[in-house]
Nanobody
C-alpha cells in the first residue's frame, strides 16, 4: 500500500520558518519525482515546488522563489520543503505528490498538512 505522509505544518508568525516533510512508503521512491502543492481556502490547488527523482533539477512557483527550498533524501524515502520568510499569503494546506518518472500513469498524493502564517 502506497502512503505519502506529510508532517511539520503548524502556526507560525510572519517572517518565520517551517520545514515540511513527506515520508513515502510502498513505492520505489528513487524513480518518483516529488512535488509540493498547496491549496488555500477558496482557491485552486497550485504547484509550489518540484524535484526530479535524482534531485538534480528543481523548480518553484514565482511566489516562493528565494524563500522555499525543496530537497529529498532517497535513503530515507523523504522529501522536504524548507519554508523561510513566511507570509500570511502562504497560509494553505500543503500536499505532497509523487509521480513515477518512468510511467506517469502512477501518481500519489498525501493527505495534506495545514500551514498557517499569522500574528
Amino acid at each position: 500500500q502506497v502512503q505519502l505522509v506529510e508532517s511539520g505544518g503548524g502556526l507560525v508568525q510572519p517572517g518565520g520558518s517551517l520545514r515540511l516533510s513527506c515520508a513515502a512508503s510502498g513505492l520505489p521512491f528513487i524513480i518518483y519525482a516529488m512535488s509540493w502543492y498547496r491549496q488555500a481556502p477558496g482557491k485552486e490547488r497550485e504547484l509550489v515546488a518540484h524535484i526530479t527523482r535524482t534531485g538534480r533539477t528543481t523548480k518553484y512557483a514565482d511566489s516562493v522563489k528565494g524563500r522555499f527550498t525543496i530537497s529529498r533524501d532517497n535513503a530515507k524515502n523523504t522529501v522536504y520543503l524548507q519554508m523561510n520568510s513566511l507570509k500570511p499569503e502562504d497560509t494553505a494546506v500543503y500536499y505532497c505528490r509523487g509521480e513515477n518518472e518512468l510511467d506517469r500513469r502512477y501518481e500519489y498524493w498525501g493527505q495534506g498538512t495545514q500551514v498557517t502564517v499569522s500574528s
